[in-house]
């Protein structure tokens, strides 16, 4: 058997809420927790330094009235992201792994403050750290946090883990006859608003070259898949 190498060194893995949902697509499912762990485990066992950005959308997306202000509703979805970030720790811990959780909004009782010196740190002495709470201000995504996160510590690369397998013209569920791409660059994402991450997300990458893998994280092996080079989802670069 050959030993495949890791492609990248250390990675920022993103996960959607909505993928954390598993079927019943609201709140956590812990089958889809624990397979999720499991291929966390083998890409730490690599030796590749892993942090996570999880979003929230299971719990909360969006405003639930027009009469509720953006930034309420944009500070609800941080601390959604928080729940998720905690039930991924406690389930990545039951693997064995060690698990530290940064938050962009202070909750010492429950997770450290976001320190990027320390996240490094942490990472280079093998834990895996969770980025939660976005980037602690309002009018800002969670796939933003992912590349300005991936930025600061030095991320190779973001794996962006989501419910479809890869970036299409259209949403594959509305539109079965969408396309299907396999490598897009990060003009074509804000020029065609392909809809798989926002403006801002796509230009931090575009800014510090930091490739994209787009890839459905439902599917077993996918996250060590990419981590070894191989062909899945989409490539978003230069």
């Not at 697509?25 to 889809?32: E, I, M, S, V």
């Not at 709470?133 to 973001?158: K, V, Y």
Request: glycine letters at 8%; proline letters at 3%; charged letters at 25%.
């Amino acid at each position: 058997m050959i030993e495949m190498k890791p492609k990248y060194k250390r990675i920022i893995l993103k996960i959607s809420g909505e993928a954390l949902a598993g079927p019943e697509r609201f709140g956590l499912n812990d089958d889809t927790l624990d397979a999720v762990s499991g291929e966390i485990k083998s890409v730490a066992d690599q030796g590749v330094g892993v942090a996570i950005v999880v979003g929230g959308g299971n719990f909360w997306r969006g405003r639930s009235s027009d009469n509720m202000d953006r930034a309420t509703a944009d500070y609800m979805g941080m601390l959604a992201t928080v729940i998720n970030a905690l039930a991924l720790q406690s389930s990545l811990e039951d693997k064995g792994l060690s698990v530290r959780v940064h938050t962009a909004i202070a909750m010492t009782e429950v997770a450290e403050p976001y320190i990027r010196r320390k996240a490094i740190s942490q990472i280079e002495k093998g834990d895996v750290v969770i980025f939660a709470a976005g980037t602690g201000s309002p009018f800002f995504s969670t796939d933003t946090t992912a590349a300005l996160r991936a930025a600061e510590i030095g991320a190779e690369a973001i794996f962006l883990a989501k419910k479809i397998d890869a970036v299409y013209s259209a949403d594959p569920e509305i539109y079965p006859d969408a396309e299907r791409y396999t490598r897009v660059s990060y003009l074509d994402i804000i020029d065609n608003d392909l809809g798989v991450m926002d403006a801002t997300a796509a230009s931090l990458c575009k800014e510090n070259n930091i490739p994209i893998i787009v890839f459905k994280l439902a599917d077993k092996g996918n996250i060590l898949k990419a981590l070894n080079g191989e062909d899945i989802g989409t490539i978003v670069s230069n």
